[in-house]
Nanobody, 118 residues
Framework: QVQLVESGGGLVQAGGSLRLSCAASGRTFSTYAMAWWRQAPGKEREFVASVDWNGGRPDYADSVKGRFTISRNNAQNTGYLQMNSLKPEDSAVYYC???????????WGQGTQVTVSS
């Protein structure tokens, strides 16, 4: 079992930056690909970014390309999402998740709120 805890969310003005962290318990964090998802009120959860178990092949939603950077430190069992040039439409609860098989995310954190004011 792996437990995930996100942190780093908050209120920021448009154009600002935040860095989200995802701390994992357990020894298996480094064996899974990791992703960030987000969900805004009244909307479905949407994919934001993912990275392979070794930090390779980062992938981003078109809406965040060039502004967000996903990374991970397996030695510290921690994943990150650096968010720059934030926009009001980035406001959402952000979740980290571990991918156990293609398209299958079995482990989720509780989420951290990001609010971007205009």
């Amino acid at each position: 079992q792996v437990q995930l805890v996100e942190s780093g969310g908050g209120l920021v003005q448009a154009g600002g930056s935040l860095r989200l962290s995802c701390a994992a318990s357990g020894r298996t964090f480094s064996t899974y690909a990791m992703a960030w998802w987000r969900q805004a009120p009244g909307k479905e959860r949407e994919f934001v970014a993912s990275v392979d178990w070794n930090g390779g092949r980062p992938d981003y939603a078109d809406s965040v390309k060039g502004r967000f950077t996903i990374s991970r430190n397996n030695a510290q069992n921690t994943g990150y999402l650096q968010m720059n040039s934030l926009k009001p439409e980035d406001s959402a609860v952000y979740y980290c998740a571990l991918r156990v098989a293609p398209g299958k995310y079995d482990y989720w954190g509780q989420g951290t709120q990001v609010t971007v004011s205009s």
